[in-house]
């Protein structure tokens, strides 16, 4: 297993839409293991393949506290959503970008899993939230878009500024 690289907004690649995974390979099955080792190594809560460069509808979640109850979403797709919710968000493409994002409380996503079956999960509160989350990822968005243009644009100046502090310092010495 590998820990893969994660896209930092605002990379145009993670407005790429994802294709579908026309067949669960073993290619798919090391891509879920290192996305699953990445997000989990970035203590994070969910992936989607595009944030590591890899433009298929695979998203990988695990909300549980002991970090044991990995899902996997192959070709995820919503078919209902319920009630209104509003939940503050991140993302492992916006280290320490936090909001609020109006999504819905509650959802059915239909989905392959690993072994190429598809099932149909009901979701509601964090995991619906991250679901939905993910998906847009799939779909080229992120979550940042949902805020309005004076947010996006703080953030952005939010981000520049953590970039700039993390570039090390060149010093020069006359001699």
Known sequence: ????KILQYPDERLHKIA???????RDTRVLVENMAETMYHASGIGLAATQVNVH?????????????????????????????????????????????V????LVTVRALNLQGECF????????????QHEIDHLE???FVEYLSQLKQSRIQTKLKK??????????????
């Open 1 to 4: 297993m590998a820990i893969l």
């Open 120 to 131: 149909e999960m009901q979701a509601e509160g964090l995991l619906a939230v991250c679901i």
């Open 56 to 100: 298929q509808r695979v998203i990988v979640i695990d909300t549980s506290e002991t970090h044991d109850q990995l899902n996997v979403f192959i070709n995820p797709e919503i078919i209902t959503k319920a009630g209104d919710a509003e939940f503050r968000e991140g993302c492992l493409s916006l280290p320490g970008i936090f909001d609020k």
């Open 19 to 25: 294709s579908v995974v026309p067949a669960i390979t």
């Open 102 to 105: 109006k999504r819905a409380e």
């Open 162 to 175: 953590q970039q700039r502090l993390a570039k090390p310092s060149v010093l020069s010495m006359s001699v």
């Open 140 to 142: 080229g968005k992120v």
